[in-house]
């Protein structure tokens, strides 16, 4: 059975007892699991390797009551396909735990996807990423109720910064919040130094010059800046990012056919800066090459995943692919 993010107060933990949470926003569900949980103590964390290494010690740990509380809950990580079966042979039994089980992005063939959908004891929840606005509120409201004075501009490039994700947002937030706490002055320069903006720029420009096409320039930013392997999630964030927000503005532009219409339609606005590389980005792409572009980064991403150690490699040739491909008039 499927409920939407913002209908979980219809969900009873005591009843529901088995919960697919699945997509891209892992801030929203840690905060919904922690709503669902707070009530108990007993909890128990799984990576899905854990439980395909050793499926038997799992169901016994699941199937057998726990002598030392009257409910458990089980919290499953990174889970895929591959623990379908499993999790069926759970749901025929009858327990009185809960387990909730964590995915990344499932695809709508997803047997385990499929399997919660149709089920009407079982209980899906899809995220998807917040959007800018969502976000912004989100820090607005954390800073007034700790009276921290802060400039919109600072709060529009944090957004950024946490790819849609609020999770990264209250990361940022916090490192802002133990700063101001330290008796420091708590400027514009202190603040971007503080998370990082200056890098997150390098990342943004490099980003905006592979959807601009701009091979030359791309190759001179990864030249001159040195990325590493942990980089690598946060470069293909940025590009899912910004090329989810293309999107919207090529399938615009392929409606009206003016481009200067586009850009100052555009929601959230586009800020003057970035008015002229954004119209370069719409002439360069068409909404059915994004769509392909945005389904080969999240293959990509779950490739580098799997190849840490060869990850900056990967995402290099990626972007290099991107910026010579032909453009799309």
């Avoid at 008796?183 to 980003?207: D, M, Q, R, V």
């Avoid at 791309?218 to 590493?228: A, D, G, H, R, T």
Wanted: hydrophobic content about 35%; proline content about 2%.
């Amino acid at each position: 059975m499927i409920i939407k993010s913002f209908e979980t107060n219809k969900i009873n933990i005591d009843k529901d007892n088995i919960i697919l949470m699945y997509g891209k926003n892992e801030g929203l569900k840690k905060q919904l699991t922690d709503k669902l949980t707070s009530k108990f103590t007993d909890i128990e964390t799984y990576e899905e390797k854990e439980i395909l290494d050793n499926s038997n010690n799992f169901l016994e740990n699941i199937l057998n009551k726990s002598l030392f509380s009257e409910k458990q809950v089980f919290l499953i990580k990174r889970a895929s396909d591959k623990i379908y079966k499993i999790i069926e042979e759970i749901n025929l039994k009858e327990i009185s735990d809960t387990i909730i089980i964590y995915s990344d992005n499932l695809e709508k063939k997803s047997k385990l996807r499929s399997y919660f959908e149709k089920d009407k004891q079982l209980i899906c929840i899809p995220f998807y990423p917040d959007n800018d606005q969502t976000l912004s509120k989100i820090a607005i409201e954390f800073f007034k109720k700790r009276n921290i004075l802060i400039s919109q501009l600072i709060i529009n490039q944090i957004v950024t910064r946490s790819l849609g994700d609020r999770e990264n947002l209250y990361n940022e937030l916090l490192k802002i919040e133990n700063f101001s706490k330290s008796g420091k002055k708590l400027t514009n320069e202190a603040i971007k130094k503080l998370i990082n903006l200056s890098e997150n720029h390098s990342i943004s420009e490099l980003i905006d010059n592979c959807l601009e096409k701009n091979k030359t320039k791309l190759i001179k930013i990864l030249n001159e800046n040195i990325y590493s392997n942990d980089d690598c999630i946060i470069i293909l964030r940025t590009l899912l990012s910004k090329s989810k927000k293309l999107l919207i503005l090529s399938k615009e532009y392929e409606k009206n056919k003016n481009i200067d219409l586009t850009i100052s339609a555009a929601k959230p606005p586009i800020f003057w800066k970035e008015k002229e590389t954004t119209k370069r980005q719409i002439q360069s792409w068409k909404p059915q090459k994004l769509r392909l572009l945005i389904y080969k980064i999240n293959e990509l991403e779950l490739i580098v995943k799997k190849n840490f150690n060869n990850s900056l490699n990967l995402i290099t040739d990626f972007l290099l692919a991107q910026s010579i491909s032909k453009t799309n008039n």
